[in-house]
C-alpha cells in the first residue's frame, strides 16, 4: 500500500532563525501586529510504499533522522495519510 | 612527496584554486571525482568549496552521500587527515566527522570579502606553519556560514582547544557562536573552517597570507606529530 507523508522541518526552538526574524518584521510592517513567534522550515512530501501506516511512519521517520532534517538544527514533525 | 586529493562534487568551484595551492606548496595534488571510492593513496583529502548538488535540502546535506563520502569516512576514522574549506566544513558538519552545524548567516545575506581571522591551534596538519595567535585577513564567500553547536558543544570545543580559527576584531561576518570559524576534531586530524586561504595563497590574487595553511599540509608527517613554528 502507498502511504502519502507529510513532513515538516522546522529550526529548533530557541535557536535564531533570522529568516523567521525578517518575515515578523514584514508583517508588522504591513500592520500585523498580532503576529509573532515566526519560524521558517520546510514542507516535504512523499509517498511511501509499505504494509501499514505504522511502517510508513517507522521509515519516514528514519529518513528524517537520516537525511531531511538536521538533527543539530532542526526539529520535524510528521503526518502519515492512508 | 605528501599526496593531497581534492574532492571535487558537482557543483565544487574552488576545486582549482585548491590544487593550485597545494602544488604550490610543493605537495601531490591529485583530483577525485565524487563517485570515485579510491582517494589514491593521499596522506590528506581536501574538501574544497563551492556548492555542491546546489547545496539542495541543506549545504552540504547531499554531498555527505556521495561514494567518495565513505572512502573519507574510513580514511577519517584510521587517523587521515581530512581537511573542509567552506562547502567542505558544511559537509563534514553534516558527515557528522565534525560536531555543529553551518546555517543562514545571521543577516541572511551572502558575505563575500575579506576577513580577519586569528589561528588558535597550530598542532594540526594544516596550522602547523603559524605561530599561535597569527591574525590575517582571508576571504570568505557563504550564504550559510554562521556556527551554530548547542552549548555543552561549545564548551567542549574551547575546552579541548579545538577551535582552529576564530574571526577577530569584532569581523565576525555570518553571526557563528562564539566568533568560530573552524574546529577540528578530537585528535585535530579532521578541520573545516569557512575562510579561503586557497584564494590568498598566491601574490597574483592580492595576498598569499594563506599558502601557509598549504605549506603546513605539505611539511606535515603523517603519522608523526604536525610540525609547529609555534
Known sequence: ?82 | MLRVAVVRFPGSNCDWDTYHAVANAGADARFVWHRDTDLQQAEVVILPGGFSYGDYLRSGAIARFSPVMQAVQEHAAAGGAVLGICNGFQILCEAHLLPGALVRNDRLTFVSRPVWVRVERTDTFCTGEYARGTEMRIPVAHGDGCYVADEDTVRLLEAEGRVVLRYTRGENPNGSVADIAGVCNPAGTVVGFMPHPERYADPVTGSDVGAGFFRSIAAWLPGGAARSSA
Request: hydrophobic content about 45%.
Open chain 1, 1 to 82: 500500500m502507498t502511504y502519502r507523508v507529510h513532513i515538516r522541518v522546522v529550526p529548533r526552538a530557541g535557536l535564531l532563525d533570522p529568516q523567521g526574524q525578517a518575515v515578523e518584521h514584514a508583517l508588522a510592517a504591513l500592520g500585523f501586529d498580532g503576529a509573532g513567534d515566526v519560524r521558517i522550515g520546510r514542507a516535504i512530501e512523499l509517498a511511501i510504499d509499505a504494509k501499514s501506516p505504522d511502517a510508513a511512519e517507522a521509515s519516514a521517520r528514519q529518513m528524517c533522522e537520516k537525511l531531511l532534517a538536521n538533527p543539530v538544527t532542526e526539529d520535524y514533525s510528521l503526518v502519515v495519510e492512508a
